[in-house]
Nanobody, 120 residues
Framework: VQLQASGGGLVQPGGSLRLSCVAS????????MGWYRQDPGKQRELVAV???????EYADSVKGRFTISGDDEKNTVYVQMDSLKPEDTAVYYC???????????????WGKGTQVTVSS
């Protein structure tokens, strides 16, 4: 399974970005898909995830500013990031918990990461 992310970049404080991530490969179902982020020297932290059935979970720091959505048919997840702050600067990693065809349990997969920089 491969996760291909896109949409990172440089934006001014108060601006917006939209990240996308597509999962491909041996996929029967995706139980959870979403985004984590990591600053150098810090632990990777949850940003937002969406679970099968549509339930979403957000970090407190992004609630009200970020919106996660998914397209099950395309195995794709999006996060719309509005009102961006300098503290949102990090490498953002796509994550998916994938059950492959013939598997009995899910496996965690990570994308390569995309840089988001919020700076004037």
């Amino acid at each position: 399974v491969q996760l291909q992310a896109s949409g990172g970049g440089l934006v001014q404080p108060g601006g917006s970005l939209r990240l996308s991530c597509v999962a491909s490969g041996n996929i029967f179902s995706i139980d959870t898909m979403g985004w984590y982020r990591q600053d150098p020297g810090k632990q990777r932290e949850l940003v937002a995830v969406i679970k099968s059935g549509g339930r979403t979970e957000y970090a407190d720091s992004v609630k009200g500013r970020f919106t996660i959505s998914g397209d099950d048919e395309k195995n794709t997840v999006y996060v719309q990031m509005d009102s961006l702050k300098p503290e949102d600067t990090a490498v953002y990693y796509c994550y998916a918990d994938v059950v492959g065809v013939g598997d009995h349990y899910g496996t965690d997969y990570w994308g390569k990461g995309t840089q988001v920089t919020v700076s004037s």
